[in-house]
């Protein structure tokens, strides 16, 4: 009889590690196509890049402050759309703690240029000429933008073409206490 | 359970068919017919002797080879189903969704694929799991067989019960014989058998390892199916793809910035008449065959860097990355996979008198890092006002619809002596648009192409643990394969002998071999019975 | 050099051909076939028959090697080359196992299937190829060389098969078996209708051009080596006086193979038919006395044997060799191309044979049953997967 106890407590062991290591197979297989991005919730990704005058811009100097991350490109339509509203929420909201860093896909110098000259952009514009930053954040269509709070958590994630009142409401939600 | 007590006093474990140790038939089936299946020496299989709790009944349906063949029979029509239409795996960006494909491409036979997931067959939840039943029924079938066998050769005697020996398919009797048992042990231990000599009883055996061989291969197999799962565990497995430009210094993606790579060129080769008269035809008819795609490219470490950041990079080595010829870093390979060549990288103009075609000099634009003002000294130079990779016109205004330089296209203020002001001119390919007349214009000259190398970056840190799974597979099957497992018994009773041979396989050499080996003595040669019996039937 | 190497491939032909009636000889001799399977008197037609079957070989081997040195590469490197070099192993598998067992039924049948082989073979274009970048690698002899001896071996057990299934089904009943086998004939008579028809009309220098437009939409043109009785999507034939084709099929269609297929099929229909009429038998039937005084048990074993060693060698050239090649040329070790799916399906095939021969007792008929489905399979990568599916072993 003991024999027989013993057996069974064997195989059970055989089983239960052989469902795990099926369950493991099954729940990776299920997940394997989530896109690794920065998730809602996370600490967002740290960068380093430069604006057209070389200098430099480090999201953790931020610490503090609600971060707008705007990523956008000049043959962008939408993104041409939102930059007004942008920079007008900018014009209110940059002196109670939240900035707007608008980073470039790597387009060239000339072309960010004449762009922000001709929507009058006064917040900082930085270009990921290698790409580095959009694979960072798993950015795929234009415009994204992250919503990054004081603690550089990001809050949100916005993928669709925002009006000047959403903007106005992502700004208050980032905005520090 | 009962246990079995067999008549020469071995105790059997229950649902024993012959005995471990005397061979005595303890079946009552068995004893019926005239031939023994020796299939695992008649040992009691686990599996068929307890059926009480859930956990026993799992186990016994996984225990069964008839399950695993039937598994196996299962997969592999699944494996060819889904070889019938392109996995959509293969079929890279579809224009439209993956079931309107299928059903646009291949009628109602490729909708009812896809409803059935045949689309997606290797790697959908349905063929994992048959997968892994296999490795269950893998593991269990083993379990369940080479320990009791492993027992049942172990336990085995010299003496055997003649009804063992009788039924055994080549054996044969012999009245009143003297059998010199030293010069058949030489005999025998000539042809490498393995001889124990008990009171007028003889066991010859060779080959008892081959019988291990099918466990063998199974563990082989086992441990190559925890190399394919380990893919999932995260940082074993990382596959990127690299787009890199002639010229261009880039990270190397899935690296954490810690790799760079520099590429220097591409290069495309094709056959052509110097690699020998022999191709000639081939070529003809091919019209062209590619023979060598080639990135010289540098490697670099790097310190720690943020994305965006760009580090201090430390040269390791240069190297020519060949398809078959892996650049390999750390566990991380480059593959040469793709290119793409000839796309534009800067283009030429020369600053023209548009009368007399007298030229004041060529500016050449990098299409990606234009300069704002290119100097021709003497008064003359260019500016560069707007630039436009893939240039379209949008309601009436100049527009990029990419940052790619497909259809660049320029606005250009060309300052002269003569016009301090300078004139405006806008250059597409092909088209010059000016506003007012100009006296001078931008007079295309030149485009410099570059190639792209495309680079698969992997690193399979899976690799060694499916490495040594088939290679351990692979002896466990020569194993099993190409050795057989020989055993002759020869039995002394009243003056008389019985004599039996049994093989796992190739019964004709082993026949052959006993026949050499008992030429020359007095003891009679086994018959094949299961030659006889066909002989009886005809 | 090349010209050299044609010349030999033919000249092992011819000696095969030769070999095969000698064989034939043996078996019509009564005493040849002893029912006591271990003392098998060799006849002076099976020493002759061997012998000039191992000088086929020998010349057979002279055609590669001559032909590796014109192309400064193995020959196994297109459709051409991997068939004569798989009928190459067929014969060695085939000495070997003479060798073995003494048996010269097995040459009948074994030698007029390496003449099919080299014949179909031959239907392919026999231009030396140069190497495409993927294919220049030490692996490409190693994994082709294996993966074709392993499948060489593994037809032999096809034929032991096969020559056991001839000797034990019954043929005065109509049973599903009989038709079986009588259908595994008319499949050989098929191959052998693809190589008729495709030399006729080469010999007759048949060639017709197509414009048509392929699956991305675009305009393309596809070569006929025989007339057209399906043409491809949107087609107009572009070489004058030429056969319209009947029926125009899809894009998705390599609409000159699958009139290539259509062709043989008919061709192979006339052929068997016109023997059944002469005959008044089945195929099957007709050649059932020859092998009526084999021993069935050592048909059953040289079958089960030449699994045995088949399989591990194919496992090595055709999974092993191949998983380490694509690791290093695809960067995946498996990357589920329709070829390498078959590899896989032959491999869970001969495996599952194992299985019910060793522990569930399949012996005699229905082994050879698999032995004959589990050469099919090997046949049907060969053939159909890379003629209809192609995937990246397109270039083989």
Not at chain 2, 81 to 109: D, K, M, R
Not at chain 2, 319 to 337: C, H
Not at chain 2, 493 to 522: M, P, Q, R, V
Not at chain 3, 214 to 227: F, M, Q, R, V
Request: proline share 4%; charged share 20%; glycine share 6%.
């Amino acid at each position: 009889m003991r024999n027989k106890k013993k057996r069974l407590v064997l195989r059970s062991i055989i089983l239960l590690l052989l469902s795990a290591a099926i369950i493991f197979v099954l729940y990776s297989n299920f997940s394997k196509d989530n896109r690794k991005v920065a998730a809602v919730g996370e600490e967002a990704p740290n960068f380093v890049l430069k604006d057209l005058e070389g200098n430099e811009y480090k999201l953790s100097d931020y610490r503090g402050k609600g971060v707008f991350l705007n990523f956008w490109g000049t043959w962008c339509e939408p993104c041409k759309d939102e930059m007004p509203y942008m920079e007008n929420q900018y014009q209110k909201y940059k002196d109670e703690g939240v900035e707007i860093i608008a980073i470039n896909v790597g387009e060239t110098k000339i072309a960010i240029e004449n762009f922000a000259k001709q929507y009058n952009l006064t917040f900082p514009i930085v270009i990921d000429e290698s790409g580095e930053v959009q694979k960072a954040y798993g950015i795929f269509p234009l415009p994204a933008t992250y919503l990054i709070n004081s603690d550089g958590i990001i809050v949100d994630y916005i993928e669709t073409t925002m009006t000047e009142e959403m903007v106005q409401q992502y700004m208050e939600k980032i905005k520090p206490e | 359970m009962n246990k079995v007590k067999c008549e020469c006093g071995h105790v059997n474990p229950h649902g024993t068919v012959l005995c471990e140790a005397c061979g005595n038939i303890l079946d009552e089936k068995a004893r019926q017919g005239k031939l023994l299946d020796m299939r695992y020496e008649g040992s009691a299989r686990r599996s068929q002797t307890y059926n009480k709790t859930i956990i026993d009944r799992i186990w016994n349906f996984f225990s069964s080879v008839k399950v695993g063949v039937i598994l196996i029979v299962i997969t592999l029509i699944a494996t060819a189903i889904g070889s019938i239409l392109p996995q959509v795996s293969t079929l890279g960006q579809l224009p439209v969704p993956a079931h309107q494909y299928y059903e646009e491409n291949y009628g109602w036979f490729g909708k009812l694929y896809y409803f059935f997931g045949f689309h997606d067959t290797y790697g959908s939840w349905w063929y994992l799991l048959l997968i892994a039943s296999i490795g269950v029924s893998l593991v269990i079938c083993s379990l369940d067989r080479a320990i009791p066998l492993y027992k049942a050769l172990k336990n085995q005697r010299v003496k055997r019960n003649t009804n063992f020996l009788n039924r055994q398919r080549l054996y044969n009797k012999a009245e009143n014989v003297e059998i010199d048992f030293t010069t058949l042990k030489e005999k025998l231990k000539k042809k490498h058998y393995n001889v124990h000599i008990d009171n007028g009883n003889l066991l010859a055996e060779k080959g008892r390892f081959s019988r291990w061989g099918p466990y063998v291969n199974h563990i082989g197999l086992i441990i190559f199916l925890i190399g394919c799962m380990l893919r999932f565990v995260p940082g074993f497995y990382i596959n990127e793809f690299l787009w890199i430009k002639e010229g261009e210094t880039l990270a190397i993606p899935g690296t954490d910035k810690q790799y760079y790579l520099t590429n220097h060129e591409f290069i495309f080769e094709v056959y052509d008449e110097s690699d020998g008269e022999v191709f000639r035809n081939a070529i003809e008819e091919k019209g062209m065959i590619a023979k060598n795609f080639q990135t010289n490219v540098t490697l670099y470490s790097a310190e720690q860097s943020l994305p965006g950041e760009e580090p201090e990079l430390e040269k390791i080595k240069d190297y020519e990355i060949q398809v078959n010829k892996p650049l390999k870093i750390d566990g991380y390979a480059l593959y040469q996979s793709s290119y793409r060549l000839n796309e534009i990288a800067s283009m030429t103009f020369a600053l023209t008198n548009k009368e007399t075609g007298e030229s004041y000099g060529n500016i050449t634009i990098d299409l990606n890092n234009p300069q704002k003002k290119y100097d021709l000294g003497n008064g003359y130079g260019v500016e560069l006002l707007d630039y436009f990779p893939n240039f379209q016109m949008k309601d009436g205004v100049p527009s990029t619809a990419s940052q790619d330089p497909l259809n660049p296209a320029f606005a250009f203020k060309m300052v002269t002596p003569d016009r301090p002001e300078g004139e405006r001119s806008f250059a597409a390919i092909q088209q010059t648009i000016e506003v007012t007349e100009n006296k001078y214009k931008m007079e295309f000259q030149t485009a410099e192409m570059v190639n792209y190398s495309g680079l698969t970056v992997r690193l399979d840190n899976t690799l060694p643990v499916i490495a040594i799974g088939g290679v351990i597979f692979l002896i466990g099957l020569a194993q099993g394969s190409f050795w057989q497992h020989r055993r002759i018994w020869i039995k002394t009773e009243k003056g008389g002998c019985h004599i039996a041979g049994h093989t796992n396989k190739n019964w004709y050499g082993f026949h052959k071999e006993i026949e050499k080996i008992l030429s020359d003595t007095n003891i009679p040669i086994p018959i094949d019975q299961k030659t006889e019996k066909n002989q009886e039937k005809e | 050099m090349a010209e050299l190497s044609s010349n030999l491939l033919l000249i092992a032909f011819v000696i095969y051909l030769i070999a095969t009636l000698f064989f034939g000889g043996a078996i019509r001799q009564k005493k040849g076939m002893d029912e006591s399977h271990y003392k098998n008197k060799v006849t002076l037609s099976a020493k002759i028959g061997i012998t000039l079957t191992i000088i086929g070989f020998i010349v057979h081997i002279g055609y590669f090697i001559t032909r590796w040195i014109a192309a400064g590469h193995a020959p196994v490197s297109n459709m051409f080359e991997f068939i004569t070099f798989f009928s190459l192993m067929v014969v060695g598998a085939f000495i070997l196992i003479y060798f073995l067992y003494h048996t010269p039924v097995l040459g009948v049948f074994a030698l007029p299937i390496v003449l099919i082989l080299i014949g179909y073979a031959s239907m392919f274009s026999r231009d030396i190829t140069p190497l495409i970048p993927p294919l220049r690698s030490i692996w490409l002899p190693l994994h082709v060389m294996t993966t074709a001896a392993g499948q060489a071996i593994l037809a032999i057990s096809f034929i032991a098969g096969l020559i056991y299934l001839i000797k034990t089904v019954n043929q005065a009943e109509a049973t599903r078996k009989r038709f079986s086998l009588e259908l595994i004939m008319y499949f050989i008579t098929v191959v052998i209708g693809f190589i008729v028809i495709t030399s006729t009309f080469s010999f007759m220098n048949y060639e017709a051009q197509f414009e048509w437009v392929n699956k991305e939409g675009e305009l393309s043109t596809i070569d006929y080596a025989l007339p057209a009785l399906v043409g491809p999507n949107e087609g107009t034939l572009l070489t004058a006086s030429k056969m319209e084709p009947l029926v125009e099929l899809p894009a998705n269609f390599n609409t000159s193979r699958v009139n290539t297929v259509i062709w043989s099929f008919i061709a192979g229909t006339i052929i068997y038919i016109l023997v059944r009429l002469i005959t008044r038998k089945r195929i099957s039937q007709m050649v059932q006395p020859l092998v009526s005084k084999i021993n069935g048990n050592l048909l059953d074993e040289i079958s089960y044997r030449s699994v045995l060693i088949g399989f591990p060698i194919f496992t090595l050239g055709g999974l092993v060799f191949a998983m380490i090649w694509a690791q290093i040329a695809w960067t995946r070790f498996w990357a589920w191309d329709p070829k390498e799916v078959w590899a896989l399906i032959t491999w869970f095939f001969y495996a599952a044979f194992l299985h019910l021969r060793l522990s569930r007792g399949w012996h005699g008929e229905k082994s050879a049953w698999l032995a004959v489905i589990g050469f099919g399979i090997i046949m049907f990568n060969l053939i159909f997967v890379n003629l209809v599916i192609a995937g990246l072993h397109s270039y083989v």
